[in-house]
């Protein structure tokens, strides 16, 4: 599987972005699909999740309300709508596929996921 993440850019605090992960290869909607992101200088962490149905997600309380993620399997991608973008959200947001989808609050550590994309930067701006 790989992964090609874009949608990033420049943006005003409190503006919205959509971020896109295309996926290639047959088995895309078998898997659990993720959001991380890193921040200058901080660790990777985790966004939000979705299952491979799109039925369930969960997200990291920092985005809950703000953030949605969604999936197109007849498209191969997975979405990530960002909404009333904060300074604190500029980061690189890299997506990740889960061969083995688990229960979506326990897919919080990047261990769950077996392939990455390349990432795609977002920075807000005051």
């Known amino acids: 599987v790989q992964l090609q993440a874009s949608g990033g850019g420049l943006v005003q605090a409190g503006g919205s972005l959509r971020l896109s992960c295309a996926a290639s290869?047959?088995?895309?909607?078998?898997?659990?699909m993720g959001w991380f992101r890193q921040a200058p200088g901080k660790e990777r962490e985790f966004v939000a999740v979705i299952n491979w149905s799109g039925e369930y997600t969960y997200y990291d309380d920092s985005v809950k309300g703000g953030f949605t993620i969604s999936r197109d399997n007849a498209k191969n991608t997975v979405y990530l709508q960002m909404n009333s973008l904060k300074l604190e959200d500029t980061a690189v947001y890299y997506c990740a596929a889960a061969l083995f989808s688990s229960i979506v609050d326990q897919m919080r550590g990047e261990h769950e996921y077996d392939y990455w994309g390349q990432g795609t930067l977002v920075t807000v701006s005051s």
């Open positions: 290869g047959p088995t895309f909607s078998r898997h659990g």
